[in-house]
C-alpha cells in the first residue's frame, strides 16, 4: 500500500545539505513497485538530486499519467504535492499548473506507453511549448501493469517474455526530442546513478523542458535474454558520450576539471553544467551533430547516453507568453476586475 | 403574425466571404440606434468562401427578440439560392434583386412584389478593383433598404463616419455606395415601402453583443487567469474575445507583463487537462469548446470530479451528433455534459438563455467551480455564442467578491493537527483543499485512482465508497447553489412549458400567443444542473408539461424525469432541431395540438 509513510526516525548521523535536510527529509511513502525494478533506482537518483540541490520538497510539485512510473512520484518528496492525473495527459496537468504558478517548480514522471503511445502528442506539444519542467520518461520498453505488452520504445528484434518478437520499429524520445527542437536532451540509465544524479540536476535548474529518457529495466517483463531494455543488454551497450556535472553558481569549484575537455554551459540562474566530452568530435550544443551520433551508434547496437543536447539560450512558455513575473494563481482579484466603471465605458462598442 | 411599422422581418442572401457582414451590421446597428427592439441571426456555411449565405433580421415594436421564420422581404444577392429564397418570401412580401441580370421567369411568384435594381452595373461603374466591387456591392444594398425601409440617414452616415473615422477613403467610397443604392430606391420605387422603420426609444439602455463576447468578458471580471483551448466552431470568438479584453485591462502598460495566460492547446484533451492543472495550482481556468470537445474532455472531466479539482467549461452546442452542421445551432449536449465521463461523475451545469446570462453565469461558474471544486459546464449554443443579442447592458457589482472555496493558506495549516484532502466533515460535504508549493503541511496525493478520505492510494470497498458518497451529497447540494429557476405564472394556467437556454425567447413570444389564443400556460425555465426542489415542485404542480428544447432525443424531457422522478407521461415534448434558431410558431405548433388533445386539467 503506496500511502503506508516510511518511518520518519532518523539517523543522527546522516549527512545534511544546507537546508540541515537528510536524504530522508526528500522520500516518499515505500515503493509497490517490483524488488530491482529500475524505477526504484531512478526514484533514488531523483531523492538524491533534490537533496544535493537543498531545493525545499514542498516548493516541488510533482506529476504523472498512469502507469508503474507514474506511481513512483509517491515514493520521493512527501512534503511535495503530487498529481496522477491520466493516461499520458501529465504534460497538460504541467502546462497548467506553470501557467498559474510559475515558482512552483515541476518535475513529471512517465513511462514509455504513458509518453510515446497514449501521450505522444502531448509529449511532442510540451516540447514545442518548451514547459519548465523536469520531464523524466522511465523507459523500460514494456506495459508491466497490464503484464508484458510490447511498449512503443520496443526495439525492432527484441523479444517479450513470452519469445514473442517485435517487428515494428520503435519511437525513439531522444531522437524525436532533438527534431521537435526540445531544448534539454539528455539518455541515461537507472543503472548509473554517477550519471544520472548530475542530469537530473542539471534538468531541475534548466530553465524549459528537459527531456530525460532514463532505461529502467523491468525485471518481471523485460529483463531476459532478447530484451534491449534489460540491465544486462544496456551494461554491455552503454556508451557515455556527455558527462555532465551540475554545479551551482554559488559551489562552482572550476579547478575539479580538467580544461581542455569540459565546456562550461552556464544556466539561467548563473550555474552552470559542466559537460566532460567524452567523444572529441562531440558538441553538446550542435542539435543536428547530436542528431546524427546518436544515429551513428544505433547503427552498431550502442547506446548513446549523458547530456546530449542543450540550449542555454532556452525561453520557457511562461516568457514567450510574456506573463508576469510573480504567479498569477495568487494575484489580488482588484488587478484582474476591471469594475463596473470600465464595463459602462466598454459598452459603448455595443451600441 | 402582423407586419408593418416597426414591425417586420427580412433576409439577406448572399455568397459566403463577400464582405456582406459589415453591411448586414450597418442596417442592424442603424435599426438598433433607431431606438428599434431588433435582433439579427446570422447562418452561414462551414465554408471560408462561396458556399450561400444568409442573415436575417427582426425588427419587433413589442420588443419579440426571437427567430422568425416568416420573411417580409427578401434581399436576394446570390443566384445560388434564388429558388430557395423566392420561396420563403410571404404572400404579397417583397424580393430585392441585382437587375443587372434577368430574374429567372420560371422562379417569379405572382403574390410577391420584385424590386429590381441594377447594383452590379452600378458598382462596376463606379468602383475599381475586383475587391471593392465585390465590397460596395454590399454596401448599395443596405444603401437601398436605408430608402426602401426609412432608415434615418443621419445614424447611417454617423455610423460610417465612426467606423471609418481613420480610413477617409474607405469611408468615402461606403458612403458612395450608400447613396447608389439609396437613389435608385428613391428614384424608382415609392419608398418608403408599408413595412418601415420608424423612431422609438425603446433600445438606449441596451446593447447588441453576441454570447461568446459577453462570455469571455464574464471571464475576465471573474478574475480568470489562465484560458486554454482548441479552436473549434462556434466557440473560437469566446478566446479571441477574451484575448482582446485581456490586453485591454490586462496588460502592465509599462512593462507589457500579462495577467493572464492563453494556451492554444494541441487538442480538447489537453484543453481541458491545462485548465485542470492551472486550478489544481489555485488560478481561474477556463476553456470554450463546443459538443465534439466535450466528448474528448470526457476522461479528465471525470477526473476533475473524483480528484475534486475545479474547472470551467463554455460549450457552445452546435448540431450533432459527430461532426455535424458545426454552423449550425442545437442544444445537444444536456445529457453527454451531464455525465460526461465513466463511472458514476455527475457535472453541475449552466445553462444562460442570451449573452447577459451568458456573463453572468461565467462568473458564477468560476465561484461554484472553485466553492464545489468540481467541473462547471457553462451550455450555451451558437445562436446564443455566435449572433448579436439586443440585451439590456451589462452591469457590474463593484462589491463583488470571488468564492475561492475552502482552500486552507500555510497560515490555517498551522492553526489545526493534520490536514487531510478529503475528509469533508463541515456539513456540507465539501472539502479543504491546498494548493501546491505553499507549505509542507498541505501536501497531499491528487489522484484518479481509489482513495480514502485521508487521501491515500486505497483498494477497500468501505474506504471508495465513503468517498464517492460524500461527493454525491456535494454534488446535490450544488443544486441549491445554481441559478434558479425563472418561473412565469399565468392567472387560470393549468399547462407548465419548460425550457432552457436560448429557447427563451422563443418561448416568452409563443406564451403571450397562447394566451390570447385561450390557452395560459405556467412557465418555467430551468438555468442550473442538478435541479433545485422548485424544478420538481413545478413540474408536479402541472399534470402537463410541455418541455421546449432544440433536439431529437428530447435530452432535458430525460434529464428533468431522471432527476425529478416525474413521470415521462407528464413531459410532452416539443422539439425543434433543424439547426435553425426556434422560433415561436415552433412552440405554438407544438403546444397546441397536444394542448387539445391533453384536455387542459386532465392528466393524458
Same mark, same amino acid.
Given at each position: 500500500?503506496?500511502?503506508?509513510?516510511?518511518?520518519?526516525?532518523?539517523? $543522527?548521523?546522516? $549527512?545534511?545539505?544546507?537546508?540541515?535536510?537528510?536524504?530522508?527529509?526528500?522520500?516518499?511513502?515505500?515503493?509497490?513497485?517490483?524488488?530491482?525494478?529500475?524505477?526504484?533506482?531512478?526514484? /533514488?537518483?531523483?531523492?538524491?538530486?533534490?537533496?544535493?540541490?537543498?531545493?525545499?520538497?514542498?516548493?516541488?510539485?510533482?506529476?504523472?499519467?498512469?502507469?508503474?512510473?507514474?506511481?513512483?512520484?509517491?515514493?520521493?518528496?512527501?512534503?511535495?504535492?503530487?498529481?496522477?492525473?491520466?493516461?499520458?495527459?501529465? $504534460?497538460?496537468?504541467?502546462?497548467?499548473?506553470?501557467?498559474?504558478?510559475?515558482?512552483?517548480?515541476?518535475?513529471?514522471?512517465?513511462?514509455?506507453?504513458?509518453?510515446?503511445?497514449?501521450?505522444?502528442?502531448?509529449?511532442?506539444?510540451?516540447?514545442?511549448?518548451?514547459?519548465?519542467?523536469?520531464?523524466?520518461?522511465?523507459?523500460?520498453?514494456?506495459?508491466?501493469?497490464?503484464?508484458?505488452?510490447?511498449?512503443?520504445?520496443?526495439?525492432?528484434?527484441?523479444?517479450?517474455?513470452?519469445?514473442?518478437?517485435?517487428?515494428?520499429?520503435?519511437?525513439?524520445?531522444?531522437?524525436?526530442?532533438?527534431?521537435?527542437? /526540445?531544448?534539454?536532451?539528455?539518455?541515461?540509465?537507472?543503472?548509473?546513478?554517477?550519471?544520472?544524479?548530475?542530469?537530473?540536476?542539471?534538468?531541475?535548474?534548466?530553465?524549459?523542458?528537459?527531456?530525460?529518457?532514463?532505461?529502467?529495466?523491468?525485471?518481471?517483463?523485460?529483463?531476459?535474454?532478447?530484451?534491449?531494455?534489460?540491465?544486462?543488454?544496456?551494461?554491455?551497450?552503454?556508451?557515455?558520450?556527455?558527462?555532465?556535472?551540475?554545479?551551482?553558481?554559488?559551489?562552482?569549484?572550476?579547478?575539479?576539471?580538467?580544461?581542455? /575537455?569540459?565546456?562550461?554551459?552556464?544556466?539561467?540562474?548563473?550555474?552552470?553544467?559542466?559537460?566532460?566530452?567524452?567523444?572529441?568530435?562531440?558538441?553538446?550544443?550542435?542539435?543536428?551533430?547530436?542528431?546524427?551520433?546518436?544515429?551513428?551508434?544505433?547503427?552498431?547496437?550502442?547506446?548513446?547516453?549523458?547530456?546530449?543536447?542543450?540550449?542555454?539560450?532556452?525561453?520557457?512558455?511562461?516568457?514567450?507568453?510574456?506573463?508576469?513575473?510573480?504567479?498569477?494563481?495568487?494575484?489580488?482579484?482588484?488587478?484582474?476586475?476591471?469594475?463596473? /466603471?470600465?464595463?459602462?465605458?466598454?459598452?459603448?462598442?455595443?451600441? | 403574425?402582423?407586419?408593418?411599422?416597426?414591425?417586420?422581418?427580412?433576409?439577406?442572401?448572399?455568397?459566403?466571404?463577400?464582405?456582406?457582414?459589415?453591411?448586414?451590421?450597418?442596417?442592424?446597428?442603424?435599426?438598433?440606434?433607431?431606438?428599434?427592439?431588433?435582433?439579427?441571426?446570422?447562418?452561414?456555411?462551414?465554408?471560408?468562401?462561396?458556399?450561400?449565405?444568409?442573415?436575417?433580421?427582426?425588427?419587433?415594436?413589442?420588443?419579440?427578440?426571437?427567430?422568425?421564420?416568416?420573411?417580409?422581404?427578401?434581399?436576394?444577392?446570390?443566384?445560388?439560392?434564388?429558388?430557395?429564397?423566392?420561396?420563403?418570401?410571404?404572400?404579397?412580401?417583397?424580393?430585392?434583386?441585382?437587375?443587372?441580370?434577368?430574374?429567372?421567369?420560371?422562379?417569379?411568384?405572382?403574390?410577391?412584389?420584385?424590386?429590381?435594381?441594377?447594383?452590379?452595373?452600378?458598382?462596376?461603374?463606379?468602383?475599381?478593383?475586383?475587391?471593392?466591387?465585390?465590397?460596395?456591392?454590399?454596401?448599395?444594398?443596405?444603401?437601398?433598404?436605408?430608402?426602401?425601409?426609412?432608415?434615418?440617414?443621419?445614424?447611417?452616415?454617423?455610423?460610417?463616419?465612426?467606423?471609418?473615422?481613420?480610413?477617409?477613403?474607405?469611408?468615402?467610397?461606403?458612403?458612395?455606395?450608400?447613396?447608389?443604392?439609396?437613389?435608385?430606391?428613391?428614384?424608382?420605387?415609392?419608398?418608403?415601402?408599408?413595412?418601415?422603420?420608424?423612431?422609438?426609444?425603446?433600445?438606449?439602455?441596451?446593447?447588441?453583443?453576441?454570447?461568446?463576447?459577453?462570455?469571455?468578458?464574464?471571464?475576465?471580471?471573474?478574475?480568470?487567469?489562465?484560458?486554454?483551448?482548441?479552436?473549434?466552431?462556434?466557440?473560437?470568438?469566446?478566446?479571441?474575445?477574451?484575448?482582446?479584453?485581456?490586453?485591454?485591462?490586462?496588460?502592465?502598460?509599462?512593462?507589457?507583463?500579462?495577467?493572464?495566460?492563453?494556451?492554444?492547446?494541441?487538442?480538447?484533451?489537453?484543453?481541458?487537462?491545462?485548465?485542470?492543472?492551472?486550478?489544481?495550482?489555485?488560478?481561474?481556468?477556463?476553456?470554450?469548446?463546443?459538443?465534439?470537445?466535450?466528448?474528448?474532455?470526457?476522461?479528465?472531466?471525470?477526473?476533475?470530479?473524483?480528484?475534486?479539482?475545479?474547472?470551467?467549461?463554455?460549450?457552445?452546442?452546435?448540431?450533432?451528433?459527430?461532426?455535424?452542421?458545426?454552423?449550425?445551432?442545437?442544444?445537444?449536449?444536456?445529457?453527454?455534459?451531464?455525465?460526461?465521463?465513466?463511472?458514476?461523475?455527475?457535472?453541475?451545469?449552466?445553462?444562460?438563455?442570451?449573452?447577459?446570462?451568458?456573463?453572468?453565469?461565467?462568473?458564477?461558474?468560476?465561484?461554484?467551480?472553485?466553492?464545489?471544486?468540481?467541473?462547471?459546464?457553462?451550455?450555451?449554443?451558437?445562436?446564443?455564442?455566435?449572433?448579436?443579442?439586443?440585451?439590456?447592458?451589462?452591469?457590474?457589482?463593484?462589491?463583488?467578491?470571488?468564492?475561492?472555496?475552502?482552500?486552507?493558506?500555510?497560515?490555517?495549516?498551522?492553526?489545526?493537527?493534520?490536514?487531510?484532502?478529503?475528509?469533508?466533515?463541515?456539513?456540507?460535504?465539501?472539502?479543504?483543499?491546498?494548493?501546491?508549493?505553499?507549505?509542507?503541511?498541505?501536501?497531499?496525493?491528487?489522484?484518479?485512482?481509489?482513495?480514502?478520505?485521508?487521501?491515500?492510494?486505497?483498494?477497500?470497498?468501505?474506504?471508495?465508497?465513503?468517498?464517492?458518497?460524500?461527493?454525491?451529497?456535494?454534488?446535490?447540494?450544488?443544486?441549491?447553489?445554481?441559478?434558479?429557476?425563472?418561473?412565469?405564472?399565468?392567472?387560470?394556467?393549468?399547462?407548465?412549458?419548460?425550457?432552457?437556454?436560448?429557447?427563451?425567447?422563443?418561448?416568452?413570444?409563443?406564451?403571450?400567443?397562447?394566451?390570447?389564443?385561450?390557452?395560459?400556460?405556467?412557465?418555467?425555465?430551468?438555468?442550473?444542473?442538478?435541479?433545485?426542489?422548485?424544478?420538481?415542485?413545478?413540474?408536479?404542480?402541472?399534470?402537463?408539461?410541455?418541455?421546449?428544447?432544440?433536439?431529437?432525443?428530447?435530452?432535458?424531457?430525460?434529464?428533468?424525469?431522471?432527476?425529478?422522478?416525474?413521470?415521462?407521461?407528464?413531459?410532452?415534448?416539443?422539439?425543434?432541431?433543424?439547426?435553425?434558431?426556434?422560433?415561436?410558431?415552433?412552440?405554438?405548433?407544438?403546444?397546441?395540438?397536444?394542448?387539445?388533445?391533453?384536455?387542459?386539467?386532465?392528466?393524458?
Amino acid at each position: 500500500m503506496s500511502y503506508i509513510l516510511k518511518p520518519k526516525v532518523h539517523h $543522527p548521523s546522516l $549527512p545534511k545539505n544546507e537546508l540541515g535536510l537528510t536524504r530522508r527529509d526528500y522520500e516518499g511513502t515505500l515503493t509497490t513497485l517490483c524488488a530491482g525494478c529500475g524505477h526504484d533506482s531512478v526514484t /533514488a537518483a531523483i531523492i538524491q538530486a533534490f537533496w544535493e540541490l537543498s531545493i525545499e520538497p514542498y516548493k516541488v510539485a510533482k506529476l504523472s499519467g498512469i502507469g508503474c512510473s507514474s506511481k513512483t512520484p509517491a515514493y520521493f518528496l512527501r512534503e511535495a504535492h503530487g498529481f496522477n492525473s491520466v493516461h499520458g495527459r501529465m $504534460p497538460a496537468i504541467a502546462t497548467g499548473a506553470n501557467a498559474a504558478n510559475r515558482n512552483l517548480m515541476l518535475i513529471g514522471i512517465s513511462g514509455d506507453g504513458d509518453s510515446l503511445s497514449i501521450g505522444l502528442g502531448q509529449l511532442c506539444h510540451i516540447m514545442r511549448r518548451n514547459v519548465n519542467l523536469l520531464y523524466v520518461l522511465e523507459n523500460n520498453g514494456v506495459y508491466g501493469l497490464t503484464k508484458g505488452q510490447f511498449s512503443a520504445s520496443a526495439d525492432p528484434g527484441s523479444t517479450s517474455k513470452k519469445g514473442e518478437i517485435n517487428t515494428m520499429q520503435c519511437i525513439d524520445g531522444v531522437l524525436m526530442a532533438l527534431s521537435l527542437g /526540445a531544448t534539454f536532451v539528455a539518455r541515461s540509465f537507472s543503472g548509473d546513478k554517477e550519471q544520472l544524479v548530475p542530469i537530473l540536476k542539471a534538468g531541475l535548474m534548466h530553465k524549459g523542458l528537459a527531456f530525460i529518457d532514463v532505461i529502467s529495466p523491468c525485471v518481471t517483463f523485460n529483463d531476459h535474454e532478447g530484451s534491449t531494455k534489460g540491465y544486462a543488454y544496456t551494461r554491455e551497450h552503454q556508451i557515455e558520450l556527455v558527462s555532465a556535472d551540475f554545479v551551482p553558481e554559488f559551489r562552482e569549484i572550476t579547478t575539479e576539471y580538467p580544461a581542455g /575537455a569540459v565546456q562550461r554551459v552556464v544556466m539561467h540562474d548563473g550555474s552552470s553544467v559542466h559537460l566532460r566530452k567524452l567523444a572529441e568530435d562531440y558538441d553538446p550544443t550542435d542539435r543536428d551533430g547530436a542528431y546524427s551520433h546518436i544515429r551513428e551508434h544505433q547503427a552498431r547496437g550502442e547506446v548513446v547516453t549523458g547530456l546530449l543536447y542543450v540550449d542555454p539560450d532556452s525561453r520557457d512558455m511562461i516568457e514567450q507568453c510574456e506573463a508576469l513575473d510573480e504567479p498569477l494563481y495568487n494575484l489580488a482579484f482588484e488587478g484582474l476586475c476591471p469594475g463596473s /466603471a470600465e464595463l459602462e465605458k466598454l459598452q459603448l462598442r455595443f451600441r | 403574425m402582423t407586419s408593418g411599422v416597426n414591425e417586420f422581418a427580412f433576409k439577406i442572401a448572399t455568397p459566403n466571404g463577400t464582405g456582406s457582414a459589415s453591411a448586414n451590421g450597418l442596417i442592424m446597428q442603424t435599426i438598433f440606434r433607431m431606438g428599434i427592439p431588433v435582433t439579427g441571426k446570422n447562418l452561414f456555411p462551414s465554408n471560408i468562401q462561396g458556399l450561400p449565405t444568409w442573415y436575417e433580421i427582426r425588427v419587433n415594436k413589442h420588443g419579440y427578440t426571437a427567430r422568425t421564420p416568416v420573411f417580409d422581404l427578401m434581399v436576394a444577392m446570390n443566384p445560388q439560392t434564388y429558388e430557395k429564397d423566392v420561396a420563403e418570401v410571404r404572400s404579397g412580401g417583397w424580393l430585392l434583386y441585382d437587375s443587372t441580370w434577368p430574374f429567372d421567369e420560371r422562379l417569379l411568384r405572382k403574390d410577391v412584389n420584385y424590386i429590381g435594381i441594377p447594383i452590379s452595373q452600378m458598382v462596376n461603374t463606379s468602383f475599381k478593383g475586383v475587391r471593392e466591387r465585390i465590397l460596395m456591392k454590399n454596401i448599395a444594398y443596405a444603401g437601398a433598404l436605408a430608402a426602401l425601409l426609412g432608415m434615418d440617414t443621419d445614424v447611417v452616415r454617423g455610423l460610417t463616419q465612426e467606423k471609418f473615422a481613420k480610413k477617409p477613403a474607405l469611408l468615402a467610397s461606403n458612403d458612395k455606395a450608400i447613396d447608389l443604392g439609396y437613389n435608385y430606391a428613391v428614384a424608382h420605387f415609392e419608398c418608403p415601402l408599408p413595412i418601415r422603420l420608424e423612431r422609438m426609444d425603446e433600445t438606449k439602455d441596451c446593447i447588441l453583443i453576441d454570447g461568446n463576447t459577453s462570455a469571455a468578458l464574464g471571464c475576465v471580471y471573474a478574475g480568470a487567469t489562465v484560458g486554454a483551448w482548441y479552436p473549434i466552431t462556434p466557440s473560437t470568438s469566446m478566446m479571441e474575445g477574451f484575448k482582446g479584453f485581456c490586453e485591454r485591462f490586462r496588460r502592465d502598460p509599462e512593462t507589457k507583463k500579462n495577467r493572464y495566460v492563453i494556451l492554444q492547446a494541441e487538442d480538447e484533451l489537453a484543453a481541458i487537462g491545462m485548465v485542470i492543472g492551472a486550478s489544481w495550482a489555485g488560478a481561474r481556468a477556463f476553456t470554450p469548446t463546443s459538443g465534439p470537445g466535450i466528448s474528448l474532455m470526457g476522461e479528465f472531466l471525470g477526473l476533475a470530479y473524483y480528484a475534486e479539482v475545479p474547472a470551467v467549461v463554455f460549450d457552445v452546442q452546435r448540431t450533432g451528433p459527430s461532426t455535424g452542421m458545426p454552423t449550425r445551432t442545437q442544444q445537444g449536449d444536456f445529457l453527454s455534459a451531464a455525465f460526461a465521463s465513466h463511472g458514476d461523475t455527475k457535472h453541475v451545469c449552466l445553462y444562460p438563455c442570451d449573452p447577459r446570462e451568458a456573463f453572468e453565469f461565467a462568473v458564477a461558474a468560476f465561484d461554484l467551480a472553485e466553492r464545489f471544486q468540481t467541473p462547471v459546464l457553462v451550455l450555451t449554443d451558437l445562436d446564443i455564442g455566435m449572433n448579436d443579442w439586443m440585451i439590456p447592458k451589462l452591469k457590474w457589482d463593484d462589491a463583488y467578491k470571488p468564492d475561492r472555496g475552502k482552500v486552507l493558506t500555510p497560515a490555517d495549516l498551522e492553526e489545526i493537527k493534520g490536514f487531510y484532502r478529503y475528509l469533508g466533515t463541515d456539513g456540507d460535504a465539501i472539502p479543504a483543499r491546498t494548493l501546491p508549493g505553499e507549505s509542507p503541511k498541505g501536501a497531499y496525493f491528487t489522484r484518479g485512482s481509489g482513495h480514502n478520505k485521508f487521501g491515500g492510494y486505497t483498494e477497500d470497498g468501505d474506504e471508495y465508497q465513503e468517498v464517492v458518497d460524500r461527493i454525491a451529497v456535494k454534488i446535490r447540494g450544488a443544486g441549491k447553489a445554481v441559478p434558479a429557476p425563472v418561473i412565469k405564472k399565468q392567472p387560470g394556467a393549468k399547462l407548465g412549458l419548460v425550457t432552457v437556454g436560448g429557447c427563451h425567447a422563443a418561448c416568452m413570444e409563443a406564451i403571450d400567443i397562447l394566451a390570447a389564443d385561450g390557452t395560459p400556460v405556467d412557465y418555467m425555465r430551468v438555468r442550473g444542473f442538478p435541479f433545485g426542489d422548485e424544478v420538481r415542485e413545478f413540474l408536479e404542480a402541472h399534470d402537463t408539461n410541455f418541455v421546449v428544447e432544440q433536439n431529437r432525443d428530447a435530452q432535458m424531457r430525460t434529464l428533468l424525469s431522471l432527476e425529478t422522478g416525474m413521470p415521462l407521461n407528464r413531459l410532452e415534448s416539443v422539439l425543434y432541431y433543424s439547426g435553425y434558431p426556434m422560433s415561436a410558431l415552433h412552440v405554438v405548433a407544438g403546444v397546441k395540438p397536444s394542448a387539445a388533445r391533453v384536455k387542459v386539467g386532465v392528466p393524458a
